[in-house]
């Protein structure tokens, strides 16, 4: 029996998608598409009069790791590129940890004095009577106490008492780390932006991940895929195995569509010899990412990695070539792998098969299930690229326009 679950109300937006690049405690939002009315549109041009709806001053954006709250980013400035006019978010960042941290010292602040003392029972007071007393109690025994003297008084009258730095503040809106600044806009024609105006290109010190700004939706949910790590090696290798296929496919087709001059036919026990051991790649940079993706314990499996392949005199083309594969996979119920996607080429060819970069795993669409964002390298410029897994299959929900 297929299993019944209760259908999931389309959200309509708006919503929007961005990713944050935080660099030495700094962070830049990047927008990259924003759900309107069901539909996506890319979040750089949408109503940019002059500045896009998705970098609206005091638009808050919730950071995520792979599901996971970080923290919250609020934005301050638009910056456009006057070269490629590209818009760029500045902002304060609140980590969650910080925003953790004030909600427990607000819960640990102390309770004003007597609004937590136990005083009795109520006892009726009558005028004139300053120190009343409850029926039953005996007075107690005076003790002799020296008054304070003339002097003392007259300074402390003079002096105010200091303020309980333990009462908490009200504060409106979320609290930043910094003041509001006012928004400010990059015209096409503004001169000598270079500091805050530099190319998306990501350094390998930056932190990136994907953010979300919506009013309403799911609260963020883990899309982590809880494994042993005898189970991840497994993982591991059978990915490795299929993208060694992959790449040696793309070899011979790069084999068939150079013109090669003719060359003597080759003996069968040399065509033997040469199809029992193809050629092995060398996998460098494996990363290898696997997600739960929708709550049903199917792992999705995206590996990136670089491949290379030793020199060989019978094998002229790729064997001195550097292989960029990026390859999705998913193992079904019954412990079975279905490759889903698969995408191998090189620098020399980005302008025919661009690279793909995978960013994280992010509900775009506010429907609780996850999606996958990649940043796509091309000879045209960088673009981003949602895909959604259905089976066996990736289904582009948004690509961007390739920008330099």
Known sequence: MPQASRPTKPNKGP??????????????????????????????????????????????????????????????????????HEWLGEGTWLSAGAIKAKVVR?????????????EGPPVLRHAGKANPKAPGTAPPAATPTPGPSA?????????????????PTLKRGIPATKPPEPLVVASVGAAKRGDSLKPTTVSSQAQVFPAISAEGGPEPSSYSYSMKPEEEQQFRKQMLTIAADEVRTRIKLLAAQTIQPTQP??????????????????????????????????????????????????????????FLVTLVARQDVNADFHKVFSNVTDASHLDVIPQLELIDAVDVDGDGRGELLFRENSGAGTAFVVYRVIGNELYALFQSTPGR
């Open 15 to 84: 919503r929007a998608l961005g990713l944050i690049e935080m660099t030495n405690g700094k962070a830049r939002l990047i927008p990259i598409v924003i759900l309107i009315d069901g539909q996506y549109f890319d979040a750089s041009a949408y109503k940019a009069a002059p500045v896009p709806m998705a970098l609206w001053g005091d638009t808050v954006y919730e950071g995520l790791k792979t599901g996971v709250s970080q923290g919250l980013f609020t934005v301050k400035a638009a910056l456009e590129k006057p070269d490629t």
């Open 265 to 322: 036919a080759k003996s069968p026990a040399a065509r033997k010899s040469t199809a029992a051991k193809p050629p092995q790649p060398d996998f460098q940079d494996v990363q290898l990412h696997v997600f739960d993706l929708n709550s049903s314990n199917e792992p999705v499996l995206v590996l990136s990695a670089e491949a290379h392949f030793p020199p060989s005199s019978k094998q002229e083309v790729g064997s001195s070539q550097q």
């Open 106 to 118: 607000k819960e640990a602040s102390p309770i004003p004095r007597g609004l937590n003392e136990d």
């Open 151 to 167: 002097d003392e008084t007259k300074a402390a009258a003079a002096s105010p008492p200091e303020p309980d730095k333990n009462i």
